[in-house]
């Protein structure tokens, strides 16, 4: 994760180099939220804090949350896009039955554009739909915004850091249980 978020950044500033205009505001936006994910994590990564690198951790974060708005269509769960689904077939069939009544009396021109405002109807509809839905409320998300003030109250969180019990884990039970025959293992990883 350090090395991607190291050239994160630099990739998508390289793939998204020549929006056109009406691109460019989502660009922006999309830059400025992975620029604010990885300085944060950067600042986090420091060994020790001041109040300026806690304020900075803490502006980082607001930018992510006020931009991670242009990713809210990558957010869809499969039940979300099949009740979207569901309920555009449902608002094409209706659609469908206003059209052949109204059909007999306009022309083929009519009858295209007709269709095409339809069709464009049913594809914001949908996009409200899906979007209206989308978050980013997980877990993961809301831990960010106590690391600031976790630090300010134990100061350093390396000491809660994980990585010293994953690494024991691996060591003490899972190259243990490689080595054993796989009768009574729980006995014989305790044992050694």
Not at 13 to 40: G, I
Not at 159 to 167: A, C, D, V
Request: proline residues 1%.
């Amino acid at each position: 994760m350090r090395n991607l978020s190291r050239c994160i950044l630099a990739i998508l500033v390289s793939a998204l180099r020549n929006p056109d205009s009406s691109q460019y505001h989502d660009f922006k936006s999309a830059l400025q939220w992975v620029s604010a994910l990885v300085d944060f994590s950067f600042i986090g990564q420091y060994l020790s804090h001041t109040p300026d690198t806690l304020v900075y951790m803490e502006r980082h974060l607001q930018i992510f949350h006020s931009t991670k708005v242009i990713f809210l269509e990558f957010r869809t769960s499969k039940a979300r896009c099949a009740e979207a689904n569901r309920q555009d077939r449902d608002l094409r069939e209706l659609m469908a039955n206003q059209c052949t009544n109204e059909a007999r009396h306009n022309t083929a021109a009519k009858r295209h554009q007709l269709v095409d405002q339809e069709r464009l109807e049913r594809a914001n509809h949908q996009a409200d739909l899906i979007l209206g839905k989308n978050h980013f409320n997980f877990i993961k998300m809301h831990y960010l915004s106590h690391l600031a003030s976790n630090v300010r109250r134990f100061r350093s969180i390396l000491m809660y850091s994980t990585n010293i019990g994953e690494l024991a884990h691996r060591e003490q039970i899972n190259v243990g249980y490689q080595r054993l025959n796989k009768n009574e293992a729980a006995r014989q990883i305790l044992s050694q």
